[in-house]
């Protein structure tokens, strides 16, 4: 195949030519659009470049290292009371909440997963169990602690991230909404 560029060394690909009768590839039609094949082998940097599988962990270059974010969610009901809170939180009430779960990982595994979302969601599922459909004042740690969604959310953030962290992944934040106009969002500095 015989490619040849507009005297611009080889950085415009739209100036490309391609000498259709020296290529044998079957998609010769769009041998500089969308081609694969062993002819593009004999192509400009810039097509090789451009042709090539990306690697599934990202390169560093200089002190930029790509990161992967990945979020999802569960439901749960449960209910609580505000001690020491002067208002209507101080009465026996309840919540549907919502757990946005964030998870940050800086390489991919051997099929180009940082972390499968089933994952995050069977771990999260986990946690919750014991809050779901229960009154939180009288389950540890908020027999002690007040059950107040900063509170909630710091306590399923620092469970999850025993659960899920690794040397790939980790807990970047967590997301506790009480209604859909009110939530807390809880992450740590990473030590």
């Known amino acids: 195949m015989a490619v040849t560029s507009g005297g611009d060394g080889g950085r415009d690909r739209r100036r490309f030519r391609v000498d259709r009768r020296a290529c044998v ?50 439901d749960f009901s449960a209910a609580h009371l505000l001690r020491g809170y002067d208002g209507p939180c101080a009465r026996l009430h309840g919540h549907n909440y919502r757990l946005e779960v964030e998870v940050e990982a800086t390489r991919l595994d051997e099929i180009g997963l940082a972390v499968d ?27 002690q602690l007040n059950p107040t969604a900063e509170n909630v959310a710091a306590v399923l953030f620092r469970r999850l991230a025993a659960t899920l962290n690794s040397d790939r992944v980790r807990v970047a934040a967590v997301t506790l909404s009480e209604s859909e106009r009110s939530s807390v969002r809880y992450t740590e500095d990473r030590r």
């Open 25 to 74: 590839c079957a998609c010769v039609r769009v041998c500089v659009g969308a081609c694969v094949c062993a002819c593009v082998r004999g192509a400009p940097a810039l097509l090789r470049r451009l042709f090539t599988p990306q690697r599934a962990t990202p390169k560093v270059r200089g002190l930029v290292v790509g990161r992967y974010q990945l979020k999802t969610h569960v």
């Open 117 to 143: 979302f089933s994952e995050i969601r069977s771990a999260a599922r986990a946690h919750i169990a014991d809050f779901d459909h229960r009154h939180l004042n009288e389950i540890p740690p908020f027999d």
